[in-house]
């Protein structure tokens, strides 16, 4: 049970370059989202999934694109990084999407934009 | 939007000291989670209250949901050094999907 598990771990990009950052869970859950976290700002939901082929906007979605075919899979894009995309990703799950079970976090891409 | 505070912001704690976290939101919340981010790690879910005043404790960890839903305390008393990291309250809302992290309190201690 491997939990969340997010690729790559760390990864520099240029401006105007495009990635993919995975994220998989294999706990069935219902629920998964993406987060970014920059010093003093805390975590802030980008974008989030309450089931496969459902998806919808955090608070800062802009730049990022996401998909859910599979309830198993929620990778986020970028479409064309800027350096105000540096940041911490963290991709993150629960059981459902009601709220009211405990995040299951991945570790983390370390992503830089130059 | 709901919006959820932390403070504070950062908490520097001689070792064997207890100390106190606070998170308040604007609107009443259907429960509260909190999370520990230990420094290059990722959040970690320690505990969720639902009721309105419930005291929860995880051995020298004391959780408190206000009697109005609207805030919560993390109370930690001895500190020790396993206890650095960055502490986040997460709120809920009650016709929401989605959980608002406060920015969190980074706990330091000095030995």
């Known amino acids: 049970n491997a939990g969340v598990t997010q690729t790559p771990k760390f990864q520099v990009l240029k401006t105007g370059q495009s990635m993919t950052l995975q994220c998989a869970q294999d706990?069935?859950?219902?629920?998964m989202s993406w987060y970014r976290q920059d010093p003093g700002m805390g975590l802030r939901l980008i974008h989030y999934?309450?089931?496969?082929?459902?998806?919808d906007q955090g608070e800062v979605p802009n730049g990022y694109n996401v998909s859910r075919s599979t309830t198993e899979d929620f990778p986020l894009r970028l479409l064309s990084a800027a350096p105000s995309q540096t940041s911490v990703y963290f991709c993150?799950?629960?059981?459902?999407?009601?709220?009211?079970?405990?995040?299951?976090f991945g570790s983390g891409t370390r992503l830089t934009v130059v | 939007g709901q919006q959820v505070m932390q403070i504070p912001q950062y908490q520097h704690v001689q070792e064997g000291e207890d100390f106190t976290t606070y998170c308040n939101s604007s609107?009443?919340?259907?429960?509260i989670q909190w999370y520990k981010q230990r420094p290059g790690g990722h959040p970690v879910f320690l505990i969720q209250?639902?009721?309105?005043?419930e005291v929860k404790k995880q051995k020298r960890l004391t959780f408190q949901f206000g009697e109005a839903k609207k805030n919560s305390s993390l109370h930690i008393t001895a500190t020790q050094t396993t206890d650095v990291g960055t502490y986040f309250c997460?709120?809920?809302?009650?016709?929401?999907?989605?959980?608002?992290f406060g920015a969190g309190t980074t706990v330091t201690v000095r030995a």
């Open positions: 993150a799950s629960s059981y459902s999407y009601a709220g009211n079970y405990g995040y299951t």
């Open positions: 706990m069935n859950h219902e629920y």
């Open positions: 999934s309450v089931g496969a082929g459902i998806t």
């Open positions: 609107t009443t919340l259907s429960n």
């Open positions: 209250l639902v009721k309105s005043g």
């Open positions: 997460a709120g809920k809302g009650s016709n929401d999907y989605k959980l608002s």
